[in-house]
């Protein structure tokens, strides 16, 4: 019985092995697909970008978050979350995110002239950029070839950052609030790193992540973890948005706790850029509750 019983074990051994070698062959090949893939998206320009407005308190657009997209001929939509990380292995994140903000930066200046009042337009930075040494050159290029004053751009950043080099993330971040942009913390609250880097880096603003949104309105671990978030930010005189806001009974509660901004699909979805101009000109700049489907 024995021999039978460690036989069967050597084998599922061999299997498991050869299972995860195929495994990975094919997770290789799926990542040098996509770089393929992306490659030639970049030379024919398919990369887009869709925008999701964020409001304040008062469900006025204040600005909007630039999202990349890219829809394949043969794959159909990918995801970000798929595309991101191998831009992020290949070295394709820059001249990617160089499409993204000249996209970005355009639509941004087409909409001042439809407004009186500018809209921050926030786009996402990769911790990689900031190992390029001219990444704040670069975005200062694509500024004045868009004629957009810095003051209206934020670059959304991750805690990922610090934890490279950090003396060079922080330089890189001062150098891009000597231009004039405002820096935000992404997906604040899923983050492993110690929180002192809100006392020494320049932000402007912090990012509620929507993990810590989902549920608010009847967990009520959620909701305290959420409203510590919340007042953190505020005492260190941060601009706190909440990402993911999906109904009004979350949305109800992060402005009682003194969120600033609001964003997620209880408001809008990403849009096209023409999608968003009839956005902004049907709402008149602020998007009402939805009627309640019971009068
Ligand atoms: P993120 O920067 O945290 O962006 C927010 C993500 O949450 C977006 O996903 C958005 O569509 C989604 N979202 C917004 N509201 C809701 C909601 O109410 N419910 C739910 N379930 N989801 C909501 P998306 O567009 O798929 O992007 C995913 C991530 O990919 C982004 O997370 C960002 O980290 C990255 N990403 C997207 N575009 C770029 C880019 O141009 N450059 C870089 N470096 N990263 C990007
Ligand atoms: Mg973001
Ligand atoms: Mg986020
Ligand atoms: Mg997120």
Request: hydrophobic content about 45%.
């Amino acid at each position: 019985h024995a021999d039978v019983a460690m036989y069967a074990a050597k084998n599922r051994g061999r299997n498991n092995f050869q299972f995860f070698t195929r495994e990975l062959n094919r997770v290789a090949d799926e990542r040098l697909h996509l770089e393929a893939a992306m490659r030639a998206a970049l030379e024919s320009q398919s990369f887009t970008v869709h925008y999701q407005p964020k409001v304040d308190h008062r469900r006025r657009i204040v600005g909007v978050e630039a999202l990349a997209r890219w829809t394949h001929p043969e794959l159909g939509a990918v995801a970000p979350d798929r595309f991101i990380p191998v831009a992020e292995e290949t070295g394709l994140i820059l001249p990617l995110t160089r499409i993204i903000l000249r996209q970005a930066f355009a639509a941004a200046r087409r909409w001042n002239q439809q407004r009186a009042k500018p809209l921050c337009m926030a786009v996402n930075l990769s911790p990689q950029l900031f190992l390029s040494d001219d990444i704040v050159a670069q975005v200062a290029g694509l500024l004045r070839e868009a004629d957009l004053p810095a003051s209206q751009v934020e670059l959304e950043i991750t805690e990922s950052v610090f934890m490279g080099d950090s003396e060079r993330a922080v330089a890189v971040l001062s150098d891009f609030k000597a231009l004039g942009v405002t820096l935000a913390m992404d997906d604040f609250g899923t983050g492993y790193s110690s929180l002192s880097y809100l006392r020494r880096f320049p932000l402007d603003t912090i990012k509620i992540d929507r993990s810590l949104v989902t549920g608010i309105e009847h967990e009520e671990e959620v909701a305290m973890i959420a409203r510590a978030a919340i007042s953190l930010g505020k005492s260190l005189r941060k601009t706190v948005v909440a990402e993911g806001v999906e109904n009004q009974a979350q949305f109800d509660f992060l402005r009682y706790q003194g969120c600033d901004e609001f964003q997620g699909y209880l408001l809008s979805r990403p849009v096209s850029e023409d999608d968003f101009g009839r956005l902004l000109e049907q709402t008149g700049g602020t998007i009402l509750p939805a009627a309640s489907p019971v009068a």
